[in-house]
């Protein structure tokens, strides 16, 4: 962390500050500009910032030059982290795809939509049984009964299950149901569950909220992993800006950041990210040029009668086309990266 | 709901649209541009969205026209409610002043701080037990130990308590101890533990998300709403912008677009909406001049000594001068309200 | 500039960053933690910025430290500014009040809206002449007849006219009618028209752009400056957020920010800031309350006939209403300003 | 456009709104819910906004329903627009790659770097002779000294020449030198310069503004087209969120965005998108996956040693080995085109 002081401050009021960092156990380091003095700070930059600094005589502002996390960036682990969920490796040689409707209805329905994405190459079934709404007369999804048929879909297809996981107190049901735990976008801060979720070892998928830094993602991924849970999996879903006719900002920009930053593995959600069907496949294919070790869609055999998010679902035939275009565009994008690496 | 048919959409595209909707149960009525066609669908407009209609041929867009709120609407309650807290009314006659710690340190600290405050003229003491931090290693509140410290200061000075609450599986704990529930930004679409405090009639504090619109947030009062608890009060605490200055950007327009929408009483919560102390008074009187029924700020004899949230904490000085200040405003504002409502 | 140093950077890389650095010309200063490395240098930012230092082998990333505006800065001109136009000073001890029609519409209906908010105590006429629309197909203002009429409303009240210029080569078409030269928010980085109003000393009223920073709004400001006029009055107009009930988020936090680090005034226009007449006269309030030295807004003795803007724009009655309330808040939070100094 | 009325609005004002609309020329069309009233109203959006019809009595809002853009629109020019500069066709079969330092700094260095990239396949030379700087101390270009370097580049290379122009007065002086204007993000609602270069046929590169909406930016497209010039090419270059690892948040969804919308061929300009070298190439992959008709990057034989954006430039041989990838995807992404098409 730096101490910015005000131009024109005084020497008694630098060394008060340095005075009461050093009181509280920081190392301090003055740089004294022609205009400006700033003071560096060694030690948590957290801590540093809960001290009233900024309020001593003479300050300007403090600004923080070092990340705070620690147990998900790249210094700590240079190798790029790979985690296996039955037998697919997401962050490995070929790319994930999770595909599904938004909310389970049936059994049946379920099935037939599993064994359809199966074909078409997906590892990992996504379906919603307790679903965020920002309503609350909208359906809320099927609960334990969509679980139910989550596990079945798996037993008739081998696929991997993900679904979305709400409030700690659930968290020992659903990972007894599911491959990977969910955490939405909403949920992404939301403390209580990411250590709850920290305290099993189940592959957590963390969605990034919609208007949240990269940073304050990596520390959401920090607190699981705090907890003793390695395997976290990233996923960029689209940011809130001005603009309206997507109905988030999809931001790629976020994938190759995040591999600069951390090892972890990061997907791509299109659907949510643009929310028109008409885009997904479009940007499904940049997601996988832009690095991401895969995507995430939601698919329908009729969307427009699916109960949820029926605007943003991929028809299966159409996902079948995105799946063959996401294994070429895959392909490709790993051979450039090895041409680089050797560069 | 509308849905606008894209230019040159065909008769048979604006009928099959038109059926869909009413095998769906939704009135529909047609209006034919020379350029455009659009249908008005009548009905809930979550229903409506959830149908695939944007994926059908010749649909170029759906375009919400109602408001999805309901009980927290001002047409359907066109009184200001407000809300009774211990012998102190929230929405009422004087401004509602909330002071005290970001969080809760020691007992004998927090009492100081409460009779200070309440010599001020505040009517609520807030403090953190239970803390939402970014960072899994910052300091995360004392938890039930800061509860029973609240309660004291309670006690003693007669001051109501507010203080945060972050899961359904501690709503009863908190609830015993405390006179308000506040649900904080991070949590405002938790929509689990929304539904947990609507269960209580605790009244409750909703802090709006730093990216969740004005509906967003009138829907998660809903929510609360729904489920039994009309004892909602609102608080604006900053947007998140592209600004860097300023911690948040502290969204003043909230307060009349909320009054015009709903009569739940607004609060302002200036200190992390700007997030540096040298401004929180400034935006406290704006608030009350934007016609906010009060604000809540963070306090501390000691700011540079404070465990959190140091550089926008005020002095007891600063906070003394500020609530005599809001009174102040507060007067002249219901003055200028009362001639308006004559005009 | 302070340049971040990756963990694990070897001592060559931090050596040939200080290399390169001294050989541009620049002062640095080293320190060295145990974690994190950082080279503080001493000279001016954009010219740090500009070398490819971050492209370095070593380096994680550039932080800047200082403020990059001299004559807009309070360090380099520590008392209020105030600027004369006519027998009026903005920045003084009443509060500015502009008011006006969005666009000129004809001689008659100007004059008679100049008398109207005059004796309402305007002592500003504002009105556009060269009108910025998004689209082309827009009425574009009337040109240099609405000149004309601005100056025969000047001729028959006495007020000083406010209005907009958009392209160098009219300022001085512009400038001979005027009193105030208004750049608009799609302009604030115009640096061409800066450059050319800066080459007058007419006031210059530069309105922040709608997403620009205020660092850029201050730049923008000292464009103005550097070329030698030093009257510039800056108004905050809102910024564009993710929120579609407002037009805009008037962002008064902008107001103290600019005080803290500026001596130039600054007006706040809550016409455009919010967009919708219902809230404007809360939000004039506010801004004043906020420190505004005054406001600006669009009246019109008929909205529902104005040729633009109708929507966001106050009846005669309305803002006469307003301009009362603005007086009595401004004298009150002077008084409150006048006790903070003495504190 | 719509006018939605207020729940519990009265018949006598509903046909005050309808009769107000009639008397203007427009047509109107009822539509009453059980709940809610609407008013669809037939006629150009942008004079009925401008009616004051917000203002009246039991008018809830307006809410728009047609695209304000003619010319641009794809609904008016099915198929794609090509433009032809020199001999390479922007928007045809090969993907447009327009490379060149940030600001053109000598004539020997401009013409070693024309020589580099043209040998990597760029058909376009950029450079900045006029330079938008947001500083008035930073380097603000060569001025007509640069466009001559650029002249002669092209004299050597056969390349063609975009460059910058930022005031209407030097359309004439910049058009008699280049074969692209280039229209910078923060023009891009410079009405007076896209009339002035909307007057010329040249090919202009119109730049999306850092916070401006797609349909903002299809109208500024559309202002230059209104005046006569067809030769729009869209260039999509990054906008302004919260997030601070990248410069700018480049918004790849534009793309398909923009092609449904929009017969207009559409680039990406990935360097000022992210604003780090290191992104900037995986970011122009990303940007033809997403369907973009082609990239511009900034290139420098030595960052470091750039007079501007060095942070962000890529060397000749990271430039090269980008080219190569980028024709890979562009024909990949073309084959999932057609394949799309014959579905």
């Given at each position: 962390?730096?101490?910015?002081?005000k131009?024109?401050?005084?020497?008694?009021?630098?060394?008060?500050?340095?005075?009461?960092?050093?009181?509280?156990?920081f190392g301090?380091h003055l740089?004294?500009?022609?205009?400006?003095?700033?003071?560096?700070v060694?030690?948590?930059?957290?801590r540093?910032?809960?001290?009233?600094?900024?309020n001593?005589?003479?300050?300007?502002?403090?600004v923080?030059?070092?990340?705070?996390f620690k147990?998900?960036?790249?210094?700590?682990?240079?190798?790029?982290?790979?985690?296996?969920?039955?037998?697919h490796?997401v962050?490995?040689e070929?790319?994930?795809?999770?595909?599904g409707p938004?909310?389970?209805?049936?059994?049946?329905?379920l099935?037939?939509?599993a064994q359809?994405?199966?074909?078409?190459g997906?590892?990992?079934?996504?379906?919603?049984?307790f679903?965020?709404?920002?309503s609350?007369?909208s359906?809320?999804?099927?609960?334990?009964?969509?679980?139910k048929?989550?596990?079945?879909?798996?037993?008739e297809?081998?696929?991997?299950?993900?679904s979305?996981i709400?409030?700690?107190?659930?968290?020992?049901?659903v990972a007894?149901?599911?491959?990977?735990?969910q955490i939405?976008?909403?949920?992404m801060?939301?403390?209580?569950?990411?250590?709850?979720?920290?305290k099993?070892q189940?592959?957590?998928?963390?969605?990034?909220?919609?208007?949240?830094?990269?940073?304050?993602?990596?520390?959401?991924?920090?607190y699981?992993?705090?907890?003793?849970?390695?395997?976290?999996?990233?996923?960029e879903?689209?940011?809130?800006t001005?603009?309206?006719y997507?109905?988030?900002?999809?931001d790629l920009?976020?994938?190759p950041?995040?591999?600069?930053?951390s090892h972890?593995?990061v997907?791509?959600?299109?659907?949510h990210?643009?929310?028109?069907?008409?885009?997904?496949?479009?940007?499904?294919?940049a997601?996988i040029a832009?690095?991401?070790?895969?995507?995430?869609?939601e698919?329908?055999?009729?969307p427009?009668e699916?109960?949820?998010?029926g605007s943003q679902?991929?028809t299966?035939k159409?996902f079948?086309?995105?799946a063959?275009?996401?294994?070429q565009?895959?392909?490709?994008?790993k051979?450039f990266q090895?041409?680089?690496a050797?560069?």
């Amino acid at each position: 962390m730096i101490v910015v002081m005000k131009e024109g401050s005084t020497r008694a009021e630098i060394e008060q500050v340095m005075q009461v960092l050093k009181q509280k156990g920081f190392g301090v380091h003055l740089s004294e500009g022609t205009e400006q003095t700033i003071v560096g700070v060694i030690g948590p930059r957290d801590r540093v910032r809960e001290l009233g600094i900024e309020n001593m005589s003479g300050v300007e502002k403090l600004v923080p030059v070092s990340n705070p996390f620690k147990l998900a960036s790249r210094a700590f682990h240079p190798d790029n982290t790979t985690i296996q969920v039955l037998d697919h490796v997401v962050g490995g040689e070929t790319p994930t795809i999770i595909a599904g409707p938004c909310s389970v209805e049936s059994r049946d329905g379920l099935i037939e939509i599993a064994q359809a994405v199966k074909a078409s190459g997906a590892q990992l079934l996504r379906g919603g049984a307790f679903k965020p709404r920002s309503s609350p007369y909208s359906f809320q999804g099927l609960g334990e009964e969509g679980l139910k048929y989550l596990a079945a879909a798996r037993e008739e297809t081998g696929l991997g299950i993900v679904s979305e996981i709400m409030e700690p107190g659930l968290v020992e049901l659903v990972a007894s149901y599911v491959d990977v735990l969910q955490i939405g976008a909403r949920n992404m801060q939301n403390f209580a569950l990411l250590k709850a979720v920290g305290k099993t070892q189940k592959p957590v998928l963390l969605k990034r909220g919609f208007s949240n830094t990269i940073e304050e993602w990596l520390m959401s991924a920090e607190y699981i992993m705090a907890e003793g849970n390695p395997n976290v999996i990233l996923c960029e879903r689209g940011i809130r800006t001005f603009e309206t006719y997507t109905r988030n900002t999809l931001d790629l920009n976020a994938v190759p950041v995040v591999q600069h930053l951390s090892h972890l593995p990061v997907l791509v959600d299109p659907s949510h990210g643009v929310g028109h069907a008409r885009y997904v496949s479009t940007m499904a294919r940049a997601s996988i040029a832009a690095g991401a070790a895969g995507v995430i869609v939601e698919v329908h055999p009729k969307p427009e009668e699916a109960w949820s998010d029926g605007s943003q679902t991929l028809t299966l035939k159409a996902f079948d086309e995105m799946a063959r275009q996401v294994r070429q565009l895959h392909e490709l994008t790993k051979s450039f990266q090895r041409q680089e690496a050797t560069m």
